[in-house]
């Protein structure tokens, strides 16, 4: 999923198919070590999830604290 594809009603089944099968598995697994640069992946997380994924600059922010 890229820019607004996903986000539109439209597109919400493959969307959801799309996360099935590129980010379930990897997330379920490793939720607490996982990072997503793009909006359109954390959003992806956030809907199916419930979860709220960091950008890799948030992380490093917190490492740097």
């Known amino acids: 999923m890229a820019g607004v ?4 009603t439209q597109n919400q089944t ?3 198919e799309i996360y099935d099968i590129s980010w379930r598995k990897n997330f379920t697994e490793r939720s607490a070590l996982c990072l997503a640069t793009g909006y359109s ?3 992806q997380v956030k ?3 419930q979860a709220v994924l960091k950008h890799p600059v948030q992380a490093l922010l917190e490492v740097m604290k």
Not at 5 to 8: L, M, R, W
Request: positive net charge.
């Open 5 to 8: 594809f996903g986000h539109e």
């Open 14 to 16: 493959m969307s959801r």
């Open 41 to 43: 992946c954390r959003s």
């Open 47 to 49: 809907r199916y999830e």
